[in-house]
Structure formats: C-alpha cells, structure tokens
C-alpha cells in the first residue's frame, strides 16, 4: 500500500510540475514609457491587432508634411541607422549565441509626434535569448527615432539578423566613421 500511493503522489508530481512547464512568462516590460513584449505574450488575445488598428502601417498613413516618396526616404535612411547601431552596439562577447545566426522580428509604434510607444517582438527559431532581449529593449528604449516622419500614428515592422561575422564587422566599421 505504501508503494502504491508514493507511485500516486511521484505521478502527481511529475504531472503538476510537467503542466507548470507549460506555462511560460514572455517577457513584458515598459522601459522610458515604451511597453516592450514578446508577440507570444498576446497569444489568443486581440491585442496585437487592437495596436495594429490603431498604429496602421506607415503604406496606409498619410503623413501632412510629407511625401509618400520623401516617408520612404525618411525611413529606409533612419531604418537603416538604427539597424547598423544596434549590430554595432552588440558586444558579441557577452552573449552566448545558440547558433551562427539569430533573427528578431519585430514592430514599432509610434504616435504622431514621433514617440515610439509599443514595440512587440519574437526571436525566430524559438531562440531563448534573455540578456539579447534586454539589450534589444534597453538600446531601442533610448534610442533617437527623430528622423522618422510625423504627424500620425503608425507601425513599422522588421527584422534584423545577428550573425557572428556581420557583429565584428559592423563593429568594426561603426568604429572607423
């Protein structure tokens, strides 16, 4: 009798504990009044589609004083910065890389005086990378997105893929200019 119910409690342990497992905690954080979160955060709610209504994407914004060419212009350039000083900003020997290479997608929301207010992400690949995603919400948080237009609220998504060779590299040239 005595090993039969440490058999019942061993299995009601492992299946508690097992079930808990299942259950994460996606990151989720407000950092210089940005809310940062993992898109998976929002799994089976409304919420990203809510910011989408509210944030369209920068194709369905008209912006006052601009252009839909001199828009473009205006964030291809400051996109491209803010790539080129994130890859350079990643000391590569800090961090721990799963792989060779790693990519986050993700989109930012702004308000129409410019102010980025929610940025939702997700690692590709299903990469765990807890000290990346805080140096990518800490370096985004205070980084200057000026040079993007205004006048609207609008979204913006992207990806930018962290390679070994293209960190050093960027490194490098960051450092050179």
């Not at 990643?90 to 790693?102: G, I, M, Q, Y």
């Not at 690949?125 to 807890?130: D, K, R, S, V």
């Not at 370096?139 to 990806?159: K, L, M, R």
Request: negative net charge.
């Amino acid at each position: 009798m005595k090993t039969f119910n440490l058999f019942i409690l061993l299995t009601l342990l492992i299946g508690v504990s097992s079930f808990a497992q299942t259950d994460q905690t996606y990151y989720s954080k407000t950092i210089n009044d940005i809310q940062f979160a993992d898109y998976r955060a929002y799994k089976n709610t409304n919420f990203a589609d809510s910011l989408l209504n509210h944030y369209p994407s920068r194709s369905s914004v008209n912006f006052p004083d601009s252009s839909e060419a001199s828009r473009d212009i205006k964030v291809v350039n400051t996109w491209r910065e803010f790539r080129d000083n994130f890859l350079a900003s990643v000391n590569f020997d800090e961090f721990d890389f799963e792989k060779r290479k790693c990519s986050i997608f993700f989109t930012l929301h702004f308000d129409q005086e410019g102010q980025l207010k929610h940025v939702l992400f997700n690692w590709l690949n299903g990469l765990e990378f807890p000290e990346m995603t805080e140096h990518f919400a800490t370096f985004t948080s205070e980084y200057d997105f000026s040079g993007f237009p205004q006048g609207a609220d609008w979204s913006q998504c992207g990806t930018i893929t962290l390679n070994r060779n293209d960190l050093k590299k960027a490194q490098t040239e960051l450092a050179s200019k």
